[in-house]
T-cell receptor, first 114, second 113 residues
Framework: GAGVSQSPSNKVTEKGKDVELRCDPI?????LYWYRQSLGQGLEFLIY????????KSGLPSDRFSAERTGGSVSTLTIQRTQQEDSAVYLC????????????FGQGTRLTVV | DQQVKQNSPSLSVQEGRISILNCDYTNSMFDYFLWYKKYPAEGPTFLISISSIKDKNEDGRFTVFLNKSAKHLSLHIVPSQPGDSAVYFCAASALKGAQKLVFGQGTRLTINP
């Protein structure tokens, strides 16, 4: 597809379980970002990839959160031992490296931890 | 520590009138600002941006104003149309060495026919 694709669209999981969220960026976009939006909050930066490396992981809220990117394309955000406060919409965005701020967002994954 | 603030959670405007959305920031290192628009169940889409070397940028019905001394920016939409009803996010970045955007909480704009 032409846009950023995220899967699943919705995920309900039990507290303590691990979840994986997937992002397929726009073809040719070398920069990839993960953000999350909790209820009533703005978008919170989590991690940024340039190619396969992550020069900025400063937004990951705890060591339960990790992300990887392979082949300079698909990225996976993994949350281990989920907690109720992890419930949020997780948004992925990608951009051309020379204009990183004009990022294109996917539709997000709504994660609900029960 | 909320570095970018949108103090109005919601705004309701009559169709055809001007919509003004406001945003304040605290970090003086921010030098690039963007507005994103978000419809339900969709990701945010880029709307308009402004560099700190300017005080105004216009694109059709959308104009962004930047007041650096007040650390304040605003988005004007005129005339407002029903399709403008969405959540609007203000975002800021410090271009040097930073690749992330800092977002405000968003303002839900409703345009009434």
């Amino acid at each position: 597809g032409a846009g950023v694709s995220q899967s699943p669209s919705n995920k309900v999981t039990e507290k303590g379980k691990d979840v994986e969220l997937r992002c397929d960026p726009i073809s040719g976009h070398t920069a990839l970002y993960w953000y999350r939006q909790s209820l009533g909050q703005g978008l919170e930066f989590l991690i940024y990839f340039q190619g396969n490396s992550a020069p900025d992981k400063s937004g990951l809220p705890s060591d339960r959160f990790s992300a990887e990117r392979t082949g300079g394309s698909v990225s996976t955000l993994t949350i281990q031992r989920t907690q109720q406060e992890d419930s949020a919409v997780y948004l992925c965005a990608s951009s051309l490296s020379h204009f990183p701020l004009m990022a294109f967002f996917g539709q997000g994954t709504r994660l609900t931890v029960v | 520590d909320q570095q970018v603030k949108q103090n109005s959670p919601s705004l309701s405007v009559q169709e055809g009138r001007i919509s003004i959305l406001n945003c304040d920031y605290t970090n003086s290192m921010f030098d690039y600002f963007l507005w994103y628009k978000k419809y339900p169940a969709e990701g945010p889409t880029f709307l308009i941006s402004i560099s700190s070397i300017k005080d105004k940028n216009e694109d059709g019905r959308f104009t962004v104003f930047l007041n650096k001394s007040a650390k304040h920016l605003s988005l004007h939409i005129v005339p407002s149309q029903p399709g403008d009803s969405a959540v609007y996010f203000c975002a800021a970045s410090a271009l040097k060495g930073a690749q992330k955007l800092v977002f405000g909480q968003g303002t839900r704009l409703t345009i009434n026919p």
